[in-house]
């Protein structure tokens, strides 16, 4: 188990755990009680800690080095996941991955940011950032989808799109805004579901969806908080009150309308199960398409057309006003 900085304490806990479980092997002696009065600190310490994470805390986790990527959650939901690569123009992004694969039973379209595991393989990957050509290529699998009626699922996790100057020179703001464009006029189903990281553009482009999730202990933000502090408040270290303004995290998200569910995690995080939180995805999912198959294409695309146009809707005062009254 990798840890970061917050689970610590939890780490320590564990640590000893792991050291009497091979006293106990190597010695031939019984430590039953002596491991489960550990197991039981480390629970409640879990608990207590998860009851009270701040925004920063909460994107720390979001990040976290062994939290189910894209790629490890299609293999635990999906079978049949046939990877397509290419945007058919110039190469194939590694920090998008799509392809066609079956969903109980009926068969749907993936695609996904892909971070990577270790060093070499997060290089490989972009760290999760793509290029132009991988949202070009997502946006041709998207119509692909829409030609044959099947349903889209994306799960977003990228600190944002890169922005590298090949990647400007290549058009990424044209990528991802037409991503956007194109996301909203489908007649397909278009399920998201935040996971880790949610970016900026870079999220949005696989985000204009009918239903919009975010795990537990994932963000959504126009920006990082290391990035808002360093602009706004000319210091990357205040990003802890920069997360809090921010508004990043599942329950605020949640409560100003940007998605429309919380998808819970094991305890302790995502990354201590990925078989609880593949089932608590999958039981979403479910329960998204049965609900999104009973209606026609136009009417699916107007639910979600209509579905972004009230995001931050205020109106003209007459309500509040009338409420008052």
């Known amino acids: 188990m990798e840890y970061i900085p917050l689970e610590k304490p939890i780490a320590d806990l564990e640590t000893k ?8 092997t190597v010695q031939s002696i019984n430590l039953d009680q002596e491991i489960h009065d550990l197991e039981a600190r480390a629970h409640v310490l879990r608990q207590e800690m998860f009851s009270r994470l701040g925004a920063y805390e909460t994107t720390q986790l979001s990040r976290h080095p062994r939290r189910p990527n894209t790629l490890e959650l299609i293999s635990a939901l999906c079978s049949d996941f046939v990877e397509l690569h290419g945007d058919r123009n110039f190469f194939d992004d590694p920090a998008i991955v799509s392809g066609l694969a079956t969903f109980e039973g009926r068969s749907i379209v993936v695609i996904g940011h892909q971070k990577g595991r270790g060093t070499k393989d997060n290089i490989y990957r972009n760290f999760g950032m793509p290029r132009p050509e991988g949202y070009r290529k997502a946006l041709r699998i998207m119509n692909m989808a829409e030609r044959f009626g099947m349903p889209i699922v994306t799960f977003i996790d990228t ?7 090949g990647a400007e020179e290549r058009g990424q703001s ?3 805004a037409k991503n956007i464009m194109i996301m909203s006029t489908l007649k397909v189903p278009i399920i998201a579901v935040v996971v880790g990281e ?3 553009g870079g999220a949005l482009a696989l985000g204009v969806a009918n239903k919009v999730h975010m795990l537990q202990y994932s963000i959504y933000s126009v920006i990082s908080p290391e990035g808002c502090a360093s602009i706004l408040m000319k210091d990357a270290s205040n990003a802890a009150a920069a997360a809090e303004a921010l508004k990043l995290t599942a329950p605020s998200a949640l409560e100003l309308g940007v998605i429309d569910r919380i998808i819970p995690e094991p305890e302790g995080g995502a990354h201590r199960s990925i078989e609880i939180t593949a089932r608590n995805i999958r039981q979403q999912l479910i329960a998204d398409l049965a609900e999104l198959g009973r209606l026609s294409g136009p009417e699916m695309r107007e639910h979600r057309i209509k579905k972004f146009m009230n995001l931050g809707y205020v109106g003209d005062g007459r309500e509040l006003i ?4």
């Open 198 to 200: 949610g970016g900026s």
């Open 174 to 176: 044209e990528a991802i």
């Open 322 to 325: 009338a409420n008052a009254k």
């Open 17 to 24: 755990i792991d050291e009497l479980r091979r006293m106990a």
């Open 159 to 165: 600190p944002g799109a890169y922005p590298g100057v």
